[in-house]
């Protein structure tokens, strides 16, 4: 069964670094999002993303994060300058007529 | 305002115990339903989904659900939990196929060999 991969599956970055997080969804999917996962706490939404542009953001997703689709394959999500606050797991899903919601594996960002 | 409950934060079980963990949900309009179970150190796995027909639901290990639209729950069962059964399960709700999901705050389960 087609999976949402993401990498890199852990980061450490210093506070205030810019760091990208890299998911290739399930291909022929059109709807692509993003999670996050605060330690001991629960899946928040961040964004939706459905044809080239954001459908719906979570008030997390504030000017310093953004979503980019730069090809064909990839779906990005960046943090322009990271805080402590942003270390937690980051989910890609992507959603379409065929496998349904998927998520993919995960990205550990870590703060430092 | 959309938002999912699940009645448990921690359930401890031995080997061979049922299952029963509660979630019920708030949200208007057609509703699609999840159970996800993730591992210790591992990402989020579905056990099962309900979007339609019939509301008892097989998922995958052995786990059931049940959705009661008249009281707005889709409790998980599994009639005899191992201690690979071990981990965090969480309760989403969806409306349609392309909406954010929605969790619940998760219910860790720990089973005692």
Redesign the interface.
Known sequence: EPEVTQTPSHQVTQMGQEVILRCVPISNHL?F?W?RQILG?????LV?F?NNEIS?K?EIFDDQFSVERPDGSNFTLKIRSTKLEDSAMY?C?S?GSAY???????TRLTVV | AQSVSQHNHHVILSEAASLELGCNYSYGGTVNL?W?VQYPG???Q?LL?YFSGDPLVKGIKGFEAEFIKSKFSFNLRKPSVQWSDTAEY?C?V?GT??D???????TSLSVIP
């Open positions: 709807y999002y999670y706490q629960k899946v928040e939404f939706s459905y719906e979570s989910f899903a959603s349904g919601y998927t998520f993919g594996s995960g | 999840f996800y591992q990402h989020l579905l989904k969480f989403a969806i196929s392309y954010k999901v929605i969790f619940g705050p998760g």
